[in-house]
């Protein structure tokens, strides 16, 4: 699989990374605010830009000698995603002089031994072009002026980009792999960072024991036996009416819009504080929006528990939330790696049980058997037949049903046809939907 040059964006806090960081990728993939420290993970997107094909890497506003664990994180990030770029974008503020954090930044950018470029950010005019002269002093060439806000010269920048990478043009590569869409999501601090870097063996997002320390949707691509999987690590989801301020609410914003364009949802519940209102409205959301879902419960290591335990707490979700005897359960634990190694086959099998096309054929000879076994009740006086079957729809899987009175079909027997469905074609972890219309 041919890999994207990567290009890592660093630089002191409140620079305007996550604001260039969106400009090239003409999408608001990264929080943006003027509070520091928004940013804390590293996070990537693709931009093509005159043929040749870019990853961009944003990262936590870089704070030398800073004890604060998250700080401390955020440089970690930094320096790892340094080391895995194959060009630096240092980035400064043009409106005030170098600070001792740019000379400290600027001394690793010498050392990491890369390809770089600094950056003067919020040159918003040509006037405001002679702060470049500033930077000189850090001793670093080449000094580009731009505004990440208004798009000033970011053109120029990644022609420069480009031009230090030495990219030649090649022709497309064919992609024959199998790709799916992985989202992590769940509660704050149910370990959604710590099963993302087990998955990935390294420690690719910030993990502490704080709730809200991601922020950002996370994408990170991951090459399993032959498949391209994108995994998307997500902020915790609470209840609105928990929600305390703007920040929290964009990271909710991003989250929901990651479960829309998920293939497959692993929805994570804490294995301490078992299964809560608010896990329920989770799997809800993710049902709806007709994704594959694995659920899994993490913290297993840290229950006492017996030969009953893991049935016992099965039953439980079961009892609360009738619809998840459908969905497939991993009991894990992210911190030793318990059965983490049967989380993508899991989920890949979802996946590919989402896609399938089930031939009307095959469905029709299964309606006149499971309707021969039980035939729908007489309502009204009135009986009801279900005479075609088709599916009309996959991702998510929709079948449509002809009868002479759709509307009279009790909900009973419509679950026991959508039941008799799955156990007949294998949809464990994918939403069915049954359409009645009239013949």
């Known amino acids: 699989m041919k890999t994207n040059p990567i290009i890592a964006i660093v630089g002191r806090p409140n620079v305007g990374k996550s604001t ?3 400009r090239v990728l003409k999408r608001r993939k990264a929080i943006v ?3 520091e420290g928004i940013t804390r993970d590293r996070i990537y997107g693709d931009v093509e830009w005159t043929g040749f094909d870019l990853t961009f890497v944003d990262t936590g506003g870089y704070i030398p000698d800073d004890a604060d664990i998250f700080n401390a994180a955020v440089r970690e990030q930094a320096v790892l995603a340094m080391r895995e770029a194959d060009l630096i974008l240092f980035m400064v503020d043009g409106r005030v002089a170098p600070t001792p954090s740019d000379h400290a930044l600027a001394q690793l950018v010498r050392e ?3 390809p770089f470029v600094l ?4 040159c918003d005019s040509l006037k405001m072009d002679e702060q470049i002269f500033l930077y000189h002093e850090l001793g670093l060439e080449p000094v580009l002026p731009i505004s990440a806000l208004n798009g000033r010269l970011t053109g120029d920048l990644l022609d420069a980009i480009v031009e230090k990478l030495e990219l030649k043009r090649e022709p497309p590569a064919e992609s024959n792999a199998e790709e799916m869409s992985l989202a992590i999501v769940g509660m704050p601090n149910v370990g959604k960072s710590s ?3 087990a998955l990935l063996q390294k420690d690719q997002t910030i993990v502490t024991p704080i709730a809200g320390t991601t922020r950002d949707s996370i994408d990170t691509h991951l090459r399993w036996y032959g498949k391209d999987v ?3 690590d997500t902020a915790g989801l609470r209840k609105q009416s928990k929600i305390t301020d703007n920040i929290e609410y964009y990271s909710n914003v991003r989250t929901h819009k990651t479960i829309a364009r998920a293939d497959v949802v692993l929805v994570l519940i804490d294995a301490v504080k078992g299964f809560t209102k608010q896990d329920k409205t989770i799997l809800e959301q993710v049902i709806q929006k007709g994704k594959g879902l694995v659920i899994i419960v993490n913290k297993w290591d840290l229950l006492k528990k017996d030969a009953n335990t893991m049935q016992d707490f099965l039953e439980e979700m079961v009892d609360q939330f009738r619809s998840l005897s459908h969905y497939p359960v ?4 992210a911190l030793t790696k318990q059965r983490v190694s049967k989380v993508l086959d899991v989920a890949w099998n979802v996946h590919q049980a989402r896609q399938q096309r089930i031939p009307t054929k095959a469905l029709n000879e299964w309606l006149q058997k499971v309707t021969a076994n039980m035939p729908p009740p007489a309502i009204r006086g009135k009986m009801i037949k279900i005479k075609y079957i088709t599916q009309v729809n996959q991702a998510p899987i929709i079948f449509a049903l002809y009868a002479n009175f759709p509307g009279l079909i009790p909900v009973a027997y419509q679950r026991y046809l959508e039941n008799q469905l799955r156990q007949s074609f294998k949809l464990e972890g994918v939403p069915v939907k049954l359409s ?3 013949k």
């Open 20 to 22: 260039f960081f969106n």
């Open 33 to 35: 605010h003027s509070q």
């Open 112 to 114: 990491a031994g890369k």
């Open 119 to 122: 950056v003067v950010n919020k």
């Open 195 to 197: 099963l993302t870097n």
């Open 230 to 232: 994108i995994l998307i």
């Open 330 to 333: 991993l009991f894990i634990s």
């Open 436 to 438: 009645f219309r009239k």
